[in-house]
């Protein structure tokens, strides 16, 4: 099977069938459709039999395919596990796409980076910031190689650790709130300013609060905490955000309030494919883990 196809081949048609799309094997691959499209024809051709079923809406693999993509699975696993032995991976040239939550951007993404890069000089990060259910997204459909965001859950395809847990804290400019008390039993007039409304923090927020006062309470939401800081400075509301993510302005011109609102914690994990070729992606998640519990 080596002396049938090169392995630039073999990736091709193994992601290819991971992702179900030519697109995305091109996206992932750094190449172009016609190229993806153009290898899998010539393995058809020596083969005598299709790899995909195209008629599908995604793509499936055919009997011959699922065959194929065993073996090609398993080469690969070799490969990555013969770098990792070899200590190859540090050596690692491309681009792997990651995207982040904005908590992690305000606190300790700098540090990761510079730590990144010592360890893998010639990588290459194109970084997306969004809100954990786009991510989530982008990563089933093969868009970011992985993800720093919310968690946990299940991810098929990809592995996750645990990076670092973030109260959810109230911020107010003095007076604002009497006695810089956010209680359930005399809840401002003002709004409450926070994450976007598919986050936890809004939608426990709100539920909680319909389900205590009756009604549905005055929320404002936005993906930027900087924005939210901004809000919170101009007295337009109250902020609920995660503690360590104001700049140093913010907290000194804000105060913490006090809360009867039980709200559990911000706790973020780094995705990462696994398996094939994941051996720099699984570092990448620990250099995170490192720096993260490193009191960023």
């Not at 048609?13 to 992932?28: G, I, M, V």
């Amino acid at each position: 099977m080596v002396a049938m196809f090169s392995f630039r081949s073999l990736e091709v048609f193994y992601w290819t069938a991971h992702l179900r799309s030519f697109s995305r094997a091109a996206d992932k691959l750094n190449t172009t459709q016609p190229t993806i499209s153009q290898r899998i024809g010539v393995m058809e051709g020596v083969i005598g039999s299709p790899l995909f079923d195209r008629s599908a809406k995604p793509i499936a693999l055919t009997a011959t395919g699922r065959t194929l993509f065993g073996h090609a699975e398993l080469l690969l696993r070799q490969v990555a596990a013969m770098e990792r032995d070899l200590e190859l991976s540090n050596r690692f040239e491309g681009t792997v796409r990651l995207g982040v939550s904005e908590t992690i951007v305000q606190t300790w993404l700098a540090a990761f980076l510079e730590q990144a890069a010592h360890h893998f000089p010639k990588l290459d990060i194109d970084m997306t910031v969004d809100v954990t259910p786009s991510m989530l997204d982008a990563l089933r459909d093969g868009e970011i190689d992985m993800a720093l965001m919310l968690g946990p859950t299940i991810v098929e395809g990809f592995s996750c650790i645990k990076l670092k847990d973030y109260a959810l804290k109230f911020y107010a400019i003095p007076d604002l709130v009497p006695n810089d008390v956010f209680s359930l039993d005399s809840v401002p007039p003002t709004p409450i300013i926070t994450y976007p409304r598919n986050t936890y923090p809004y939608t426990y927020l709100r539920e909680t609060m319909f389900r205590e006062l009756g009604r549905i309470p005055r929320i404002f939401t936005n993906s930027s905490i900087s924005t939210i800081e901004k809000m919170a400075l101009d007295g337009l509301g109250v902020a609920l955000v995660a503690e360590g993510t104001l700049s140093g302005h913010g907290l000194d011109k804000l105060r913490i309030l006090k809360s009867d609102v039980e709200l559990q914690p911000l706790s973020f994990y780094a995705y990462f494919q696994a398996g094939v070729r994941g051996t720099v992606f699984e570092q990448l998640a620990h250099i995170a883990s490192e720096v993260a519990s490193g009191g960023g």
